[in-house]
């Protein structure tokens, strides 16, 4: 792995836990973390009050070009979808949840945006 992933393994990982971290204190239980099936990934899965969130954490340096929501194209949200039927497909529990496809986004300044119900 050179340096640059390297960085974008470190970012990842610490927008995570700041992601975690704020999801925590707003009174979600985290479920899962890095949930990967062979066709999606979902950074954290959390519950809050009979919502599921299936939430993408991104690190968003200013110079980028995109606004960070662009990440949501039709691939992106069928690999997210995909992965969240398998997890309801294995924890049956909770099926009479309602479901938000959210984004945390972690700026340069350690700032957390937290976008929710996407889609």
């Given at each position: 792995m050179g340096p640059v992933s390297k960085y974008k393994v470190r970012k990842g990982k610490e927008g995570e836990d700041l992601a975690v971290e704020l999801l925590?204190?707003?009174?979600?239980?985290?479920?899962?973390?890095?949930?990967r099936i062979k066709k999606g990934e979902i950074d954290i899965i959390s519950e809050k009050e009979n919502v599921l969130y299936f939430t993408e954490v991104k690190y968003w340096a200013k110079i980028s070009p995109i606004h960070p929501l662009e990440i949501f194209h039709p691939a992106k949200m069928k690999k997210m979808k995909t992965a969240a039927e398998y997890y309801l497909s294995k924890n049956v529990s909770f099926r009479d949840h309602f479901v938000s496809f959210s984004l945390a986004l972690i700026t340069e300044k350690r700032e957390l945006k937290y976008y929710l119900n996407l889609f």
């Open positions: 925590l204190k707003q009174g979600h239980r985290i479920l899962e973390r890095n949930f």
